[in-house]
């Protein structure tokens, strides 16, 4: 079965770093990303990374994140610097499968930036 599992979320000042690990298992991908939530808003996209490593960003963390993978680990990791408290959200892990390009998503880790 797929299966995406976040972690390395947690509470962290405001210019402080985090980073973010999603380990995928039961297929192979093709793009990777990350959405987040804030709450009482709508699940935003954050980034994406295809198999081959090309990346895009939202604008809003262009300069300050930075996602990456490792296919043989099959992780997807994002990196997050000069963090605001407007970055906290409930990070959220995606994929889609490379064959049928079916969607998964992983359960969600909280990150929360203290100003």
């Known amino acids: 079965q797929v299966q995406l599992v976040e972690s390395g979320g947690g509470l962290v000042q405001a210019g402080g770093s985090l980073r973010l690990s999603c380990v995928a298992s039961?297929?192979?991908?093709?793009?990777m990303g990350w959405y987040r939530q804030a709450l009482g808003k709508q699940r935003e996209w954050v980034a994406t990374?295809?198999?081959?490593?090309?990346?895009d960003y939202a604008g809003s963390v262009q300069g300050r994140f930075a996602i990456s993978r490792d296919n043989a680990k099959m992780t997807v990791y994002l990196q997050m610097n000069s963090l605001k408290p407007e970055d906290t959200a409930v990070y959220y892990c995606?994929?889609?499968?490379?064959?049928?390009?079916?969607?998964?998503w992983g359960q969600g880790t909280q990150v929360t930036v203290s100003s």
């Open positions: 995606n994929a889609l499968t490379l064959f049928r390009n079916r969607e998964f």
């Open positions: 039961g297929s192979i991908f093709s793009a």
């Open positions: 990374i295809t198999r081959d490593g090309g990346t």
